[in-house]
T-cell receptor, first 112, second 118 residues
Framework: GNSVTQMEGPVTLSEEAFLTINCTYT??????LFWYVQYPGEGLQLLLK?????DKGSNKGFEATYRKETTSFHLEKGSVQVSDSAVYFC???????????FGTGTRLQVFP | DAGVIQSPRHEVTEMGQEVTLRCKPI?????LFWYRQTMMRGLELLIY????????DSGMPEDRFSAKMPNASFSTLKIQPSEPRDSAVYFC????????????????FGPGTRLTVL
């Protein structure tokens, strides 16, 4: 079945460092891919998405490119801020249903 | 616009008691999802509705859990009787029409209800 695998956290960085959070997926068909972010004490929020191969989603300085050949959707940011500290979830849309398949989440901690 | 509204935000109860969690989706959204989040099991989909009809309840852990959506603006998740292992954060999320198309996957989450069963 469809699944998403994320790198385990926590990822600990200093402010202004480069961020990569790896995400790979297994899916039949052509799912859409998503990154959601969960700030402390809040629900998940959609950060960015890509609906087809080679699409790049971007928002708030974060980017991710839908790579069909490597079945990946890695999240990147050139310069992280303390305010980016959160848990990041990679997800894909299940082709046969209206469900999202979430990864386990990766906690990012950014220190000044 | 108001987002997804959940109540209560925190609930502390004793084992064996009935617990009811409430959700008001974003107006105009026709999909509603209930999730449970714990450290051990991560984020789990419990059940989801489309146009007030339950579509998939395969994630509901056992008969103690039930969910209803009597109208487009209200849903409940009930646990009866509650057990300590039900302690978790419960999220409600909604999606707009067209979630089967270009908007697929765009779910809007509420702030969650933190449930503690003693």
């Amino acid at each position: 079945g469809n699944s998403v695998t994320q790198m385990e956290g926590p990822v600990t960085l200093s402010e202004e460092a480069f961020l990569t959070i790896n995400c790979t997926y297994t899916a039949t068909g052509y799912p859409s891919l998503f990154w959601y972010v969960q700030y402390p004490g809040e629900g998940l929020q959609l950060l960015l998405k890509a609906t087809k191969a080679d699409d790049k989603g971007s928002n708030k300085g974060f980017e991710a490119t839908y790579r069909k050949e490597t079945t990946s959707f890695h999240l990147e940011k050139g310069s992280v801020q303390v305010s980016d500290s959160a848990v990041y979830f990679c997800a894909l849309s299940d082709g046969d249903t209206d469900k999202l398949i979430f990864g386990t989440g990766t906690r990012l901690q950014v220190f000044p | 616009d108001a987002g997804v509204i959940q109540s209560p935000r925190h609930e502390v109860t004793e084992m064996g008691q009935e617990v009811t969690l409430r959700c008001k989706p974003i107006s105009g959204h026709d999909y509603l999802f209930w999730y449970r989040q714990t450290m051990m099991r991560g984020l789990e989909l419990l059940i989801y509705f489309n146009n007030n009809v339950p579509i998939d309840d395969s994630g509901m852990p056992e008969d103690r859990f039930s969910a209803k959506m009597p109208n487009a603006s209200f849903s409940t998740l009930k646990i009866q009787p509650s057990e300590p292992r039900d302690s978790a954060v419960y999220f409600c999320a909604s999606s707009p029409p067209g979630a089967g198309g270009p908007l697929k996957g765009e779910q809007f989450f509420g702030p969650g209800t933190r449930l503690t069963v003693l």
